[in-house]
């Protein structure tokens, strides 16, 4: 009988290749709240391509494009002058309100000739929080938002932790895409209320 130690191996099954996720840039203008959401979103994902960049200029939307482009040329140096592709950006992405803020056509336009993409929400990033407790709450000023948002969150303060919104992140794609299919049949892209946040973390959450 022969060694058990002499036997031929047979090889073992080789692991299925994957392609890496994508390389995401995330620039906004949000210090605290964007940010925060973004950073636990990202982490239950378990998804650690994922870099956030807060704009040094806030308050304009152009000046938010304008700072991912330069990110993303930067990016795109490093990957040239190392040899290295993992070190350029896959998908740009700014994040803002509409809002009442100036330039946003100006800023869609350098965003598309960048191919850079846009997570817009009318009036604001608020809408797409409060999505994750209930429905369409119709046309909203943005103090409103706040303070539908804060009976889901008392004392809600623009800090935000994940794990109060998770559970209901499902239930926020499905309404933030109803919201926009409502829009977009009545030929009314990112009107007030809509959000395309959920676009971004869909893209987040890809395996």
Known sequence: MPNARNRKRKPGRRKPFLDPKPRILIVTEGEKTERQYFEGFW???RNPRVWIKVADEHGVPV??????KQYKEEAEQDATREKDDNLAFDSVWC???IDDHPKVTEAKV????NNIDLA????CFEMWLLL???DNPGMQHRDKIEQMLKKHVPGYDKTVDYDTYSIGY???VIRAERMDCSAGEANEPERNPTTGVYNLT???RTK
């Open 43 to 45: 982490k239950s994902c």
């Open 63 to 68: 000046t938010l494009v304008r700072t991912a």
């Open 95 to 97: 994040v803002f309100d």
């Open 110 to 113: 350098t965003a598309r000739d």
């Open 120 to 123: 817009v929400s009318n009036p």
């Open 132 to 134: 994750h407790f209930r």
């Open 170 to 172: 499902p239930q926020a």
């Open 202 to 204: 869909e893209l987040i």
